[in-house]
């Protein structure tokens, strides 16, 4: 039994034992529990030789950027270089509609962003005399090394997009303190740390964002929408006391789909937002979640009044499988 003070102590002498007095280390932050936790580890056991990266590629939901940019810095202390992506990521996504083809494109350009900034690091390190950056930080947990090492012939379903799934190419050497952690673990050791509870706490989030919650193409305009819509409702499952209860609750933006409403004494045309809280284990299999009326009805209300362009809110209640958790 462990407690997470002796698993800091243990991670913070390995980190320093692999890492050596001298050299430099990259982290790519992603917002979600597991990169933070691990820069934080890392920032313990070397202090300012950790750079961390985090690429703002516009499908962040709100609030999330700030969270990590002032929060996190805040209570962690980390160097933190924000890259702001946002108008090439748009660019890249212009009139596609194909979700494998919008998941390729998030992640490819996301390692082109993160390899830009790690050149211009690289260099500027280079330039006050020190041999550069030879560490990469990955949030990977000890349920992602046997998967990856287990079983083969699964389909693939969907290609995912991690933070974490950065090429192997790489010029550098992985340290991955996280290796022998499951999920809660990792939490427990977050807090510890000091991680702030808005990042420790959160529920699963994909890489690719709110770009694979949009159905259709991805804009700007789609994006304030989406983004608008998720945060009223995590901001009413959080007021309910919720959030322990749900895995999950995407919140997708059908943006091809329109149908007419009567709002004040005119006629809408607008597009529908469907609610998909799931329960589950481990994300392999999910049912919905039975969300209580009134809960459902507030979301439903202040979606339909605050966000402008919604006039629809609909319940997904299909299990996986046969439906996955995200729509894409
Ligand atoms: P699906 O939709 O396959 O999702 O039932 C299962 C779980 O995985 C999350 N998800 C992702 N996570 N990168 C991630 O890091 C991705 O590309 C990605 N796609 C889906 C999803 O939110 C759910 O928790």
Same mark, same amino acid.
């Given at each position: 039994?462990?407690?997470?003070?002796?698993?800091?102590?243990?991670?913070?002498?390995?980190?320093?034992?692999?890492?050596?007095?001298?050299?430099?280390?990259?982290?790519?932050?992603?917002?979600?529990?597991?990169?933070?936790?691990?820069?934080?580890?890392?920032? #313990? +056991? %070397? $202090?300012?030789? *950790?750079?961390?990266?985090?690429?703002?590629?516009?499908?962040?939901?709100?609030?999330?950027?700030?969270?990590?940019?002032?929060?996190y810095v805040k209570a962690i202390g980390v160097r933190l270089v924000t890259v702001d992506a946002r108008e090439q990521f748009l660019g890249e996504l212009a009139g596609v509609t194909d979700p494998e083809m919008k998941r390729k494109i998030i992640g490819r350009e996301f390692i082109r962003v993160f390899e830009q900034a790690e050149t211009q690091l690289v260099a500027e390190s280079q330039e006050d005399g020190g041999d550069g950056i030879r560490f990469l930080v990955?949030?990977?947990?000890?349920?992602?090394?046997?998967?990856?090492?287990?079983?083969?012939?699964?389909?693939?379903i969907k290609s995912h997009h991690n933070v974490g799934g950065?090429?192997?190419?790489?010029?550098?050497?992985?340290?991955?303190?996280?290796?022998?952690?499951?999920?809660?673990?990792? #939490? +427990? %050791? $977050?807090?510890? *740390?000091?991680?702030p509870e808005v990042i420790v706490a959160r529920q699963p989030f994909p890489g690719p964002g709110l770009g694979i919650r949009i159905i259709g193409e991805v804009t700007q305009e789609r994006l304030d929408l989406l983004r608008?819509?998720?945060?009223?409702?995590?901001?009413?499952?959080?007021?309910?006391?919720?959030?322990?209860?749900?895995?999950?609750?995407?919140?997708?933006?059908?943006?091809?789909?329109?149908?007419?409403?009567?709002?004040?004494?005119?006629r809408t045309y607008g597009h529908p937002?469907?609610?998909?809280?799931?329960?589950?284990?481990?994300?392999?299999?999910?049912d919905w979640t039975r969300l209580p009326y009134d809960v459902t009805a507030r979301i439903s209300n202040r979606i339909t009044n605050e966000v402008d362009g919604i006039n629809r809110v609909v319940l997904d209640v299909t299990s996986k499988p046969p439906g996955t958790i995200e729509w894409e």
């Open positions: 039994d462990w407690t997470p003070g002796e698993v800091i102590e243990e991670q913070v002498e390995r980190i320093r034992q692999q890492i050596g007095p001298d050299a430099k280390v990259l982290c790519a932050l992603s917002g979600g529990v597991d990169s933070a936790v691990a820069a934080a580890l890392v920032h #313990r +056991a %070397v $202090g300012d030789r *950790l750079t961390c990266v985090f690429v703002d590629h516009g499908l962040l939901r709100k609030g999330e950027r700030e969270q990590v940019e002032e929060d990955q949030g990977t947990l000890y349920p992602d090394v046997v998967e990856s090492g287990g079983g083969s012939g699964t389909a693939n950065l090429p192997e190419d790489l010029k550098f050497e992985l340290v991955e303190p996280l290796r022998t952690l499951f999920k809660d673990e990792v #939490r +427990a %050791v $977050g807090r510890e *740390l000091g991680v608008e819509a998720d945060a009223i409702v995590r901001e009413e499952l959080t007021a309910a006391g919720l959030d322990e209860s749900i895995w999950q609750c995407p919140v997708v933006l059908l943006a091809d789909v329109r149908s007419v409403g009567v709002q004040g004494d005119g937002i469907v609610l998909r809280p799931v329960s589950s284990e481990d994300a392999m299999t999910a």
